[in-house]
């Protein structure tokens, strides 16, 4: 569960025993004023100063005033009824979530004094030691689900951190294969333009593919941003997809490149048919800046069990022992595990490069 779902629990749980003993209480002995009162004050300290203000939580100022208050309601409301000790267990969370972590024992030890005080047992464990060992445990009790909760909300706060890395890490992978590959091809085009500076038209064609990466690049960051699909399976399946940037990329670049697909093409889940694309698209992009390649292929294969994606080129090759490797390979590498799948890359030097990209898809 979440963190915010523990708060939740705890405001219910609160709520939940202030609501049984004012029951009971009102049928036991009937509407007293003053325990109505008390019970409207409570009720709506709690709702507007704790359960509407989360991010106030753990904060000694104003939490501490905030509690000490709910503290002398309950004060009174035991005093009118010991009845209302049930309140304790709806209350024994909130030191810990109201306050710093080490004033959470300071809070829960004041709780159970309270209770203690307003019911009289203090005194009677002055003179009652089996009284006085009740208050003990009471004591070791409170402490002990008050640590409990600081488990819970710790482990709440870790989980919320261990999402934001994910979604980082997301991001980067989006930006990598959006922006990065976009810039790349830009800066390819204009280099190719400035190398033709005696031929206008030449010029003019790279500046204009270049421009349009430049529009394609920024429709794929607005389009990552929004956490949308990558725009060429907005209105397409997956085989189309690769074709569509498979063309792109061979217009732009120069090289030409085929697309093959075996198998019975079908449906594949959101996230799958994204990784398949955007792997394609890094492999294509390195393929432009180190292969030097004069082919490439793609093929995308359908199997029962799974899908691959199988990425050839005729370039430069190079040693995978002792290239230290991008972060292109390194984001598809996390994209492919994210859906429980691998990416293998074989080359040797001069005689090209082989990646295959395989997910398990039933």
């Known amino acids: 569960m979440s963190e915010s779902g523990w708060l ?33 004050v409570i009720a709506a300290w709690y709702g507007w100063f704790v359960a509407r203000r989360p ?5 000694l100022h104003p939490m501490g005033w905030h509690l000490l208050v709910l503290l002398g309601l309950l004060f009174v409301l035991i005093s009118r009824d010991p009845l209302f000790e049930i309140m304790v267990f709806g209350m024994v969370a909130l030191p810990y979530v109201m306050l710093p972590y080490r004033w959470g024992h300071v809070g829960a030890v004041l709780l159970v004094l309270v209770a203690a005080q307003a019911s009289g047992r203090i005194e009677e464990a002055v003179r009652q030691p089996v009284v006085l060992a009740v208050l003990a445990g009471n004591f070791a009790l409170v402490i002990v689900m008050g640590t409990f909760v600081q488990a819970l909300v710790k482990h709440g706060e870790q989980a919320r951190t261990v999402g934001t890395l994910e979604e980082r890490a997301r991001l980067a992978r989006e930006i990598h294969d959006t922006l990065a590959q976009g810039f790349s091809g830009i800066i390819t085009q204009l280099e190719a333009a400035e190398q033709a500076g005696a031929e ?18 920024l429709n794929e960051a607005r389009r990552s941003v929004e956490a949308l699909r990558p725009e060429p399976l907005e209105h397409a399946e997956l085989p189309e997809a690769l074709s569509a940037v498979a063309e792109r990329w061979s217009d732009g670049i120069g090289v030409p490149v085929s697309v093959a697909v075996d198998g019975e093409p079908r449906r594949l889940p959101r996230e799958v ?90």
């Not at 939740?8 to 029951?23: D, K």
């Not at 206008?200 to 690049?217: C, F, G, Y």
């Not at 995308?300 to 390979?329: E, H, K, N, R, W």
């Open 55 to 59: 991010g106030l939580l753990e904060r």
């Open 200 to 217: 206008p038209e030449a010029v003019r064609a790279r500046i204009a593919v270049a421009k349009r990466l430049a529009r394609e690049s």
């Open 273 to 362: 048919e994204t990784t398949v694309l955007r792997a394609a698209q890094e492999a294509l992009a390195n393929v432009a800046k180190h292969a030097k390649a004069g082919r490439a292929a793609l093929t995308l294969s359908y199997m029962d069990d799974q899908v691959t994606l199988d990425v050839l080129d005729d370039g430069a090759g190079f040693d995978p022992g002792a290239a230290a490797g991008g972060y292109g390979l390194v984001a598809m590498r996390e994209r492919a595990e994210r859906s429980g799948g691998t990416v293998i890359v074989e080359s040797t030097p001069g005689e090209g490069t082989a990646l295959c990209l395989s997910i398990p898809c039933a």
């Open 8 to 40: 939740r629990a705890f405001h219910l749980l609160f709520y939940g025993c202030l609501g049984l003993a004012a029951t009971v209480s009102v049928l036991r002995l009937g509407p007293d004023p003053v325990t109505v009162g008390a019970l409207a």
